[in-house]
DNA sequence: CGAACTATTGACGTCGCTCAACTAGTGTGG
DNA sequence: CCACACTAGTTGAGCGACGTCAATAGTTCG
């Protein structure tokens, strides 16, 4: 695949234009292909000297784990991801991520970065959009988890994953395929796996979506929408400002 | 106040050694100086066209208003940090912000800081570590959201704002003064505001923390780290990181 | 001195948790 | 091809943390 046709390329160019220059740069990012089995853990919480990379095929999550064992996922990283941005600006990491599916994703060298935005100052900011939309999509999660009942909050998670996927090709208006156990959706969302089965339930007998044998389809994605209040402007998705 | 002494400076030399022309850079962005009263709205949600600001004397607060006006707050600023970054990336605010107390800000144009990465390189990795760093505060926000009890929570978020404010020289480790109300906490928390009286009460029984007449004052801060399980290294304290 | 905000406390209700039991699917080795 | 182990999902019963409602101080400020 051409790096014109990269999800993180499709990703940053809904926010900047990028020059010929921004793109031969950003192309470096992708020499060190890797690839790893599903499970495996790519950085470590509490570590130094972790790498970061850019997903290209497959699910990854990131998270912390507290003392009592319990654990609060962060975000899904989808391809045109970044994962472990802030294991390699911080002296030590501040989060754990591992592979939720088998991954494909290119290894990201802190001095590769910080070279990059001397030569392609476009593309410094268009990597700071792109931490913005990580941090706006944290800033959205913690408003679901706190002052969001367990039902909206589901629907609003699995809306944002929708469109997610939609922009990087992946998923249409009527569903996507999804990995993840009702485990992942307990941790991410603040809930118990036994509530969250409740909710599913209660959500697909509501005739609004079905999450099921890997599947989440949106049978109803208009009532689902008004259930969760779900507003994309938080994901800045509408074509390019800089031009 | 030199740009050398300012908040900010002194923030960000916490992660990278600036050179002279980040300086001088950064200087540029402390031309447009502005007060504003308490409870002057800095920024709307859904709004183009807005103003980011560095704060230099006083407290905000950004949050997000839900439909049947619940509000979150997802963090107060303090001296040295940005306030609306992401409204000046984002074609439109994912969030507002508002006053706490009176203030003093600098107000930052988009197009001052995308031209300042091609200037100072080294800045722009100071700036994506700042963001980053917002980031990581969201992200802890989360997991206190998502899986700690009323009680822990508060005890995590009194010594998280300790810290910070110790970072720019303002308080230590006996206390610092505080203009929040129990309202502001609550929002913050995701609690109601009978809640937070009722475990301010109970950490004050336990002779950990008072929160009192604009004072928070740590009785025993041992104690209160220890029931908290409060560890700073997400925030990146420990000095400069690249040299 | 009154208006408006902020803090405090009690009574009671509920959302989501825990514990526990059971089903279904999937992979592995004998 | 079956036995079993293991993981993921499902459902009920009971309980507890935190919310809501309501009443009563204090505080601040014009």
Redesign the interface.
């Known amino acids: 695949m051409s790096i014109l046709e990269s999800p993180l390329t499709r990703k940053l160019s809904a926010f900047v234009a990028l020059s010929s220059v921004d793109l031969e740069t950003l192309a470096k990012f992708h020499r060190r292909r890797r690839s790893f089995k599903a499970g495996h853990q790519m950085v470590a919480e ?1 570590e130094t000297h972790q790498s970061a990379f850019i997903l290209a095929e497959g699910w990854a999550c990131s998270f ?1 784990v ?2 009592d064992g ?3 996922i ?1 975000d899904f990283q989808i391809p045109g991801d970044f994962l472990g ?2 294991s390699i ?4 990491s ?2 754990s991520s591992e592979a939720v599916t088998k991954i494909e994703a290119s290894e990201v060298l802190a001095a590769d970065m ?1 070279d990059s ?2 030569q392609a ?2 593309l ?2 268009a ?3 792109a ?2 939309r ?3 999509m ?6 679901n ?4 009942s367990a039902e909206v909050r589901m629907a609003h998670f699995l809306l944002e994953l929708g469109a997610r996927l939609k922009l990087v090709g992946v998923g249409d208006k009527t569903g996507f395929n999804c990995p993840l156990t009702q485990y992942h959706l307990a941790d991410a ?2 809930l118990s796996a036994v509530h969250v089965n409740r909710v599913l339930r209660q959500l697909r007998e509501d005739g609004l979506v079905t999450f099921q044998r890997g599947r989440v389809s949106f049978d109803n994605i208009r009532g689902l929408i008004a259930l969760a ?1 779900f507003d994309t ?2 994901l ?1 998705h ?1 074509g390019p ?2 031009k």
């Open positions: 509490g912390k507290l003392p319990e654990r609060q962060i941005l802030r600006l911080f002296r030590t501040d989060h910080f935005f001397g100052p476009r410094a900011t990597i700071l959009w931490v913005s990580d941090e706006a944290a800033v959205e999660h913690l408003v988890l706190g002052r969001r969302l603040g209040e402007a938080y800045d509408d400002l800089l």
